[in-house]
């Protein structure tokens, strides 16, 4: 199956620091890429829709200026975290499809914030 | 809204017992239907999927699940599990002409040797 590699795996920083997450579909072109966030004994929750060459679309209640998103290339799509929070600790995945219907998920990133 | 059930969220299990997990969703129209798992210090990857055709599908590692559309179900079967399945399952909808998946809460399997 297709793969989608996320970066960093674990990253840990002091509150009031920006962080960066990549995702990347290796194999194949991804139109969209979906954000989630997981809470521990909760299902995925979705952040928002990036779409390569616009704006991301956000859920209600996800605050866009603090979660930024960049889908600049068809393979590329980018979590910035701004000025993080103890609050915004948690699992990040992120998601690609190649085809409609089937997901592809990357190994998510475990945030943790100081 | 759509929304997806998992009713049971911890379930313990011995190895060779069969194992069903339940999963029912709210749409009343087409949907496509996945389950999928979660080994401990793993991605997520998918399990089984149903886009249309035979209700009963089948996925990898003998993991079969059956669309019942009439209940709204996507129950997740194994006839014997393994130490090996000991892991965390999601079952998922997608609606057709939507961008959106919409996960359960997740079941965890814990598998015992």
């Known amino acids: 199956g297709a793969v989608v590699s996320q970066h960093p795996s674990r990253v840990i920083c002091k509150s009031g620091t920006s962080v960066k997450i990549e995702c990347r579909s290796l194999?194949?072109?991804?139109?969209?890429m979906f954000w989630y966030r997981q809470f521990p004994k909760q299902s995925l929750m979705l952040m928002a829709t990036s779409n390569e060459g616009s704006k991301a679309t956000y859920e209600q209640g996800v605050e866009k200026d603090k979660f930024l998103i960049n889908h600049a290339s068809l393979t590329l799509s980018t979590l910035t975290v701004t000025s993080a929070h103890p609050e915004d600790s948690s699992f990040y995945i992120c998601?690609?499809?190649?085809?409609?219907?089937?997901?592809?998920f990357g190994e998510g990133s475990r945030l943790t914030v100081l | 809204a759509q929304s997806v059930s998992q009713h049971n969220h911890h379930v313990i299990l011995s190895e060779a017992a069969s194992l069903e997990l339940g999963c029912n969703y709210s749409?009343?129209?087409?949907?496509?239907l996945f389950w999928y798992v979660q080994y401990p210090g793993q991605h997520l990857q998918l399990l089984l999927k149903y886009f249309s055709g035979d209700p009963l599908v089948k996925g990898i590692k003998g993991f079969e699940a059956e669309f019942i559309k009439s209940k709204f179900s996507f129950n997740l079967r194994k006839p014997s599990v393994q130490w090996s399945d000991t892991a965390e399952y999601f079952c998922a909808v997608w609606v057709p002409g939507t961008y959106k998946y919409i996960f359960g809460t997740g079941t965890r399997l814990k598998v015992l040797a």
């Open positions: 998601s690609a499809r190649e085809h409609p219907g089937e997901l592809f």
């Open positions: 749409y009343g129209g087409t949907v496509n």
């Open positions: 194999d194949f072109q991804a139109t969209t």
